[in-house]
């Protein structure tokens, strides 16, 4: 787009040739976080390691403009965890409720424990209870052979068909997805292919049956064939009997892949883990913004500075700082003109002058005392988890807060205004997810 765009937060936008003077306050929804990991509430492993701050994290959320917050259901009690937190913020939070590739051992024969696990809520937590992070992970994968265990599995599909049911009589909408799921084999530590590909096939059965549909929150990773198989199977091969369509969320595939993905009608979310290297932001370029989604996946897939998107952020903030000086040196200029305009003035508007200055001087001479400004700064403390303290944010867990880093750094990969991102991301979640009521 050649001409600047101006737009309202209100959604109104309209070009035109100059560039507007209204500063764009960005909006953001994070489709994809995992507030029900027990992280949020302070536990780690098992461990309550910091108060309970959920509320804080929910807060600085909106604080930044990410006002709506898709909670992502993974299991059953990470469902049903989504579903209360959605109650607990009504037009925040929302919620999503399927079972993660990575959840799936439920399926299988040799898995022990009720599928529901909060039926068993306070023995063997721990590890277990978080949302399986976004990394590969280098543990022995579970082979196939050990097969799907038929009758639990109806069991499974029963129980989530009923935990759906229930959720959609409620008059508020908090359930506003099916899913997470799909297929995920760069992890097969957790499930093993053969248990994967039931249970995804068994859901996307479940989804095409509901009457209507729900949109799909899908994860596919390192598994593309096999997961646009089983959509094709389930939805037809246009996917044309996928009523409400979806997002393929965590994107880190190929350019070939995303293009089939958005051939489908499907739409594709990133994070973090998107801009990891030159490739994955190469894929993101040639993202459609019409088929942009925004997530931070947080606790997990945080931008890090060894990521290659890292530079843009970098970029952002070079330019930030330039513009800000540029329009001082504006404002500096009309004064001095209006200085010569009315030399009477001119004592007192010097004595102004100088007033300003001293804080600036001695701003300078504190920072050679203090150590050396980020490159990228921070616009919350952040603290390691042992040394909690409120209103800060936790070293290692990400939160929504950060997800302006998301819509930045896809502004930088396709050379477009944050607020062209915001926009069709904020348009696109709207139109498929409807959490603008
Ligand atoms: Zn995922």
């Not at 957790?190 to 859901?203: I, M, N």
């Not at 540029?326 to 004064?335: K, L, T, V």
Request: proline share 5%; charged share 25%.
């Amino acid at each position: 787009m050649a001409e600047a765009l101006s737009t309202q937060p209100n959604g109104a936008s309209s070009a035109s040739a100059a560039p507007s003077l209204t500063t764009y306050t960005p909006r953001y929804i994070d489709i994809g976080i995992n507030l029900a990991d027990p992280i949020f509430r302070g536990r780690y492993h098992g461990k309550s390691r910091h108060p309970d701050d959920l509320k804080a994290v929910v807060g600085r959320a909106v604080e930044v403009g990410c006002t709506k917050l898709i909670v992502t259901g993974s299991s059953f009690k990470s469902s049903r965890d989504a579903l209360k937190l959605a109650k607990e913020f009504p037009g925040t939070v929302f919620a999503t409720a399927g079972i993660h590739p990575c959840s799936s051992s439920i399926f299988s024969p040799s898995h022990h424990k009720h599928h529901d696990e909060s039926q068993s809520e306070g023995e063997g937590e721990g590890e277990a209870e978080h949302t399986p992070a976004c990394d590969p992970d280098p543990s022995k994968p579970i082979a196939d052979g050990d097969g799907v265990d038929l009758v639990r599995s109806k069991h499974i599909i029963a129980d989530l068909t009923t935990l759906i049911t229930q959720a959609r009589t409620s008059p508020t909408p908090e359930l506003v997805a099916f899913g997470e799921f799909g297929l995920d084999y760069d992890r097969l530590h957790y499930c093993s292919k053969e248990v994967q590909l039931h249970s995804f096939a068994a859901q996307l059965a479940l989804a095409a049956s509901l009457s209507p549909q729900l949109p799909l929150f899908l994860h596919s990773r390192a598994a593309h064939a096999d997961f646009v198989r089983l959509l094709k199977d389930a939805f037809g091969p246009r996917l044309e009997r996928l009523e409400k369509g979806g997002v393929v969320h965590s994107f880190t595939g190929t350019v070939d892949e995303m293009r089939e993905l958005m051939d489908l009608g499907l739409y594709i979310g990133v994070n973090g883990c998107s801009f990891k290297t030159a490739e994955n932001c190469d894929v993101v370029k040639e993202i459609e913004l019409s088929r942009l989604m925004l997530e931070t996946d947080g606790p997990w897939c945080e931008v890090r500075p060894s990521h290659e998107g890292w530079k843009y952020l970098v970029e952002f903030e070079v330019k930030a700082k330039a513009d800000a000086a540029a329009a001082a040196a504006a404002a500096a200029a009309a004064e001095a003109a209006a200085v010569v305009a009315a030399p009477e003035e001119q004592a007192e508007t010097g004595q102004r002058r100088e007033r300003r200055k001293k804080p600036q001087q001695q701003q300078q001479q504190g920072k050679k005392n203090q150590k050396k400004e980020p490159e990228v700064p921070e616009r919350y403390k952040v603290v390691k988890k042992e040394k909690w303290e409120e209103g800060a944010m936790v070293k290692g867990r990400n939160e929504p807060c950060t997800i302006d880093r998301i819509a930045k750094i896809v502004a930088g990969i396709k050379g477009v205004s944050v607020e062209e991102v915001c926009e069709a991301a904020w348009a696109n979640t709207v139109k498929v997810f409807g959490v603008d009521s």
